[in-house]
DNA sequence: ATGTAGACTTGTAGAT
DNA sequence: TTACTACAAGTCTACA
């Protein structure tokens, strides 16, 4: 589910229900995913929920010093990932508990906060108050605040595939493959030229692309392909405005011509083969795997 | 520095 | 109908 415009729809509904609520209890089905999960079961319950923040991909839930001896290691962050099929939300003890929930945060006014996620590739950690600044610092810069010159200045002589870099969380954090690709057509910038290889112009597009897209996906809460539904349990409307992603075969919008799928830094790429013309030099696009075996 | 394949895991769609 | 394959919003590691 989750690319910037999806985990930012999350944010925002819990937003509304979550701070100042006291976790009472935890409770966890499997926890390969956790890093430490008898940690949480130790040291979240009496904490207060104070704000629920973004950062690129990740939720951090930042919650009050709490009190007592076991408290004594000051305010703490819950840092969720959703990772591909993750999903978080606020339901009633007595609601039909979604298959695939790992983790239960039990709240003060009997509600709780659930985790489910079907694939276990999220992850749920603790972050202490005064580590929290170095994680967010391994992270890249938030598309929708970047300046033109830092945009350009992170991208410039970089010889590797513009599409690998809008997907590296350390160079920007938050784009993910449905808005890369989204943001590269926007662009008309095909997803194997090389970075170095871009001109300005190229770059100032690029950035707007990203910036409007991201917007009107958030505007329009996320995408819905497969199973991503917000915190309350509705679809996006993004998908309906995809240009690109997933719609090979079908028309252009701007000129006609069939979307083409391949494959770019190991990622199932869509793109339009007349809008965004294929860097001439090397082999940059391979086909998209075929059947093995 | 960059690219690729494979790994993690479960479900679904599509071809056979 | 059943069995099988490819693929999926993400990220990490090993290896070239």
Redesign the pocket.
């Known amino acids: ?4 415009p ?1 985990v930012e729809t999350i944010v925002r509904g819990l937003r509304t229900v979550l701070p100042g609520h006291t976790i009472v209890s935890v409770r966890l089905g ?1 926890t ?2 956790i890093e430490d999960p008898a940690a949480l079961a130790e040291l979240l319950p009496g904490r207060r929920i104070e704000r629920v923040e973004r950062l ?3 939720i951090q839930l930042q919650l009050s010093a709490g009190s007592g001896a076991k408290h004594a290691d000051g305010q703490m962050n819950l840092v969720i ?5 993750g999903w978080l939300g606020v339901r009633r003890p007595e609601d039909p508990v979604a ?2 929930t790992h983790a239960f945060f039990e709240l003060e006014d009997g509600r709780e906060l659930r985790y489910t996620d ?6 749920i950690r603790l972050v202490h108050g005064g580590n929290m600044a170095a994680f967010s610092e391994r992270l890249g810069k938030e598309p929708l605040e970047i300046s033109a010159s830092e945009f350009h200045a992170r991208l410039a ?5 513009i599409k ?2 809008l ?4 160079i920007f ?8 690709d989204e943001s590269l057509w926007q662009a008309r910038i095909h997803p ?1 030229r ?3 290889r871009l001109n300005s112009a190229d770059l100032a597009r690029l950035r707007k692309a990203i910036r409007r897209i991201l917007q009107h996906a958030i505007e329009d809460r ?7 539904v917000d915190a309350e349990g509705q679809p996006g409307e993004y ?1 309906q405005r995809h240009r690109a ?2 719609r090979e075969g079908k028309p252009c919008f701007r000129c006609g011509s069939k979307i083409r ?1 391949g ?6 790429s ?1 793109f339009c083969p007349r809008c965004q013309p294929a860097p001439r030099r090397a ?4 086909n ?6």
């Not at 954090?173 to 890369?180: H, K």
């Open positions: 589910m989750p690319e910037l999806e499997k390969d995913f690129g991909k990740f990932h959703l990772g591909m099929t298959p695939h079907i694939r276990r590739f999220g992850q002589g970089r010889r590797a595939r690998a870099l997907l590296d969380q350390s954090r938050g784009i993910g493959n449905i808005y890369a194997a090389l970075a170095a996320g995408s819905s392909i497969s199973n991503f998908q992603y997933g799928r494959s770019v830094a190991g990622r199932s869509y082999r940059a696009m391979r998209a795997p075929k059947p093995r075996g």
